[in-house]
């Protein structure tokens, strides 16, 4: 038997609302956060980057980070980091402690 979704998740997932710019073809966008966690974000926003296409962002309060956009919603998208190890390892300390 499948585990459920969230059993299959390796970080504990956050609410957050906080602020974040993203870089889409050179430009940055501001988009807010709706949940982190030390995989990846989900982010509220008015554009939908490309699907597996590499992003920058800079989120409020917790750094710049890189990744790539898993998944559009229909009111944002989703995002799964891929930064160091190192940079992930302490985002979840840091959202820990938050």
Request: charged residues 30%; proline residues 2%; contains cysteine.
């Amino acid at each position: 038997m499948e585990p459920e979704e969230t059993d299959r998740r390796h970080h504990t997932r956050y609410r957050k609302s906080v602020q974040a710019l993203v870089k889409i073809n050179d430009t940055w966008e501001k988009a807010d956060c709706f949940d982190i966690s030390g995989g990846g974000i989900c982010l509220l926003s008015n554009f939908r980057p490309k699907l597996d296409g590499a992003i920058e962002l800079h989120i409020e309060g917790f750094g710049r980070f890189e990744g790539e956009t898993i998944r559009h919603l229909s009111n944002g998208f989703v995002v799964r980091f891929s930064s160091s190890e190192h940079i992930l390892k302490q985002l979840a300390v840091d959202l820990d402690n938050a």
